[in-house]
């Protein structure tokens, strides 16, 4: 470890994520008391590289990634995916979660939170393959117009399904939350407090999906029953602070996806 160069209660998860986003912007990465009562904690201490590895390697990269002031930050690169350091994932493996993270991209930008990671999947060029939540600047970044129906846009499960046109983005340069929750085959997206998309993994729907989608090269993309964290590095200046989780209980056996 070393460090680098300078469903559930929604009026609970906001009071919580007020005090937490005071506490970011003061520098400081900390759990208020409700919300370790609550079962969160901190999947990122906010100092130093504990709890994450490179994808490619046992250790966290050498280069590309900046710690300072609680935000972890990936450097510019020119916009290439895999950018100077390449993605990082957490150490642990998660199934059934909630996933709280801050994020604030520059113009332009790329990136994305995925999980269901398996980093002994693609061991050639590019990024690990996961399940991803679309980081993007939708306005300037050509990738939004890709896809079908807007489905590499931000907050979406990149290339797989959009997001509400309903979602509320906040300027760029500004925070945004991401909040991920993962129980079963049930996926959500919340983007600043709101549900904007929902899916269900090992159904016929979401296999023809995949068969549709650039990930079709992979057998079974998506249906991993466990799997790490993954922050992309696409080459694109973003931003992170204020990550968290907490485990929720496995579905009961009966409705278990098979």
Do not use: C
């Not at 300072?68 to 950018?83: A, F």
């Not at 999980?115 to 980081?135: A, T």
């Not at 931000?154 to 309903?166: H, I, V």
């Amino acid at each position: 470890m070393r460090s680098l160069p300078p469903l559930l209660a929604y009026p609970l998860f906001v009071a919580a994520s007020a005090i937490a986003l005071h506490a970011a912007d003061s520098g400081i990465v900390s759990l208020s008391p409700a919300e370790q009562q609550d079962g969160w904690r901190l999947l990122w201490d906010g100092r130093t590289t504990q709890g994450w590895r490179s994808a490619r390697s046992p250790d966290f990269p050498a280069q590309g990634w900046q710690i300072r002031d609680g935000i972890l930050t990936v450097l510019p690169s020119g916009g290439r995916e895999g950018g100077l350091g390449g993605d990082i994932i957490t150490v642990d493996e998660y199934s059934d979660f909630e996933l709280l993270v801050d994020f604030k991209i520059t113009p332009r930008a790329n990136s994305g939170i995925k999980i269901f990671v398996d980093p002994e999947i693609n061991k050639g060029p590019g990024s690990s393959i996961g399940l991803e939540y679309q980081i993007l600047d939708d306005a300037l970044h050509p990738d939004a117009k890709l896809g079908k129906n807007g489905n590499r846009t931000m907050g979406s499960l990149y290339d797989l399904y959009p997001p509400s046109p309903d979602k509320k983005p906040n300027p760029i340069g500004e925070w945004n939350t991401a909040r991920i929750i993962s129980r079963g085959p049930h996926v959500e997206h919340w983007l600043n407090g709101r549900k904007i998309l929902e899916y269900t993994r090992f159904t016929p729907e979401f296999r023809q999906r995949v068969r549709e989608s650039k990930f079709r090269v992979w057998p079974g993309f998506g249906e991993l029953h466990t799997g790490h964290i993954l922050l992309q590095d696409h080459g694109d200046e973003v931003s992170f602070r204020n990550i968290k989780i907490r485990l929720l209980p496995p579905l009961p056996s009966e409705t278990a996806p098979q």
